[in-house]
């Protein structure tokens, strides 16, 4: 298997999966990847504890973190990926709590690179891509979002450009249209396939 034929780590970053928007747009992504003969991972913080990062600065010497929590998993998944996609709804203009305490706690990555001085390697391109869904329509709507995902991806060795898509006045999964579904599902297939930055291009915040 070479790395492109892993499977797709898709980060879930909604507090729930039962009536989610945000749920509901990784689902029809994720029929979208098998249906372009990919394969992928799925976590959700909405199914595990995960504490805030401390800021204690001990990973900054080790590489690791000292919190004994369900991160371990998000920490392997993340290691094992080439390919990630963020699906995120926004919470006061940004990813919710938990979402974000999980990225937060990547920052043990971020201390091997650029503390520790231990570049990552990938035997093929490593590639971004994020979704967000927010119920309002406001212009900069996703723009902290995708700030802090150019920033997630650089922290993990992977590109600071990726592919972005935000769907705007999506209040609960009702809210989203059949046609909107269908694309999504294409983007999976896309992502899959990796021509998702020919169709929606590179965007870095
Ligand atoms: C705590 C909270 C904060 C929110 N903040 C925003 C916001 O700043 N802008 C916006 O457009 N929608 C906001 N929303 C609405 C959600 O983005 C929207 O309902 C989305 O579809 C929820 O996705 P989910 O069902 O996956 O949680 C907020 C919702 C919650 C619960």
């Known amino acids: 298997m070479t790395v492109n034929d892993s499977p797709i780590l898709a980060l879930h970053l909604g507090p729930r999966?039962?009536?989610?928007?945000?749920?509901?747009m990784l689902e029809r992504f994720q029929k979208g990847v098998?249906?372009?003969?990919?394969?992928?991972?799925?976590?959700?913080v909405a199914d595990h504890v995960i504490e805030g990062c401390r800021g204690c600065g001990v990973?900054?010497?080790?590489?690791?973190?000292?919190?004994?929590?369900?991160m371990t998993v998000f920490y392997e998944a993340v290691e094992a990926a080439s390919r990630i996609v963020v699906v995120t709804p926004v919470y006061f203009y940004g990813p919710p709590?938990?979402?974000?305490?999980?990225?937060?706690?990547l920052q043990v990555f971020w201390?091997?690179?650029y503390k520790l001085g231990e570049r990552r390697t990938f035997e093929a391109p490593p590639q971004g891509f994020v979704m967000a869904v927010g119920a309002t329509k406001g212009q900069d709507l996703f723009t902290p979002i995708k700030l802090c995902a150019k920033y997630m991806f650089d922290s993990i060795g992977f590109p600071r450009k990726f592919p972005f898509k935000g769907y705007r006045r999506v209040e609960t999964p009702k809210d989203w249209s059949p046609e909107w579904l269908a694309e999504v599902?294409?983007?999976?297939r896309d992502f899959a396939k990796g021509t998702l930055s020919q169709s929606l291009g590179l965007d870095e915040g």
């Open 17 to 24: 999966r039962d009536d989610s928007s945000s749920w509901l």
């Open 34 to 44: 098998l249906a372009g003969g990919g394969q992928i991972k799925v976590l959700s």
């Open 59 to 70: 990973c900054y010497q080790t590489g690791l973190c000292v919190i004994e929590d369900d």
């Open 97 to 105: 709590a938990l979402g974000k305490a999980m990225i937060d706690r």
């Open 111 to 113: 201390s091997r690179i």
């Open 185 to 188: 599902e294409g983007y999976g």
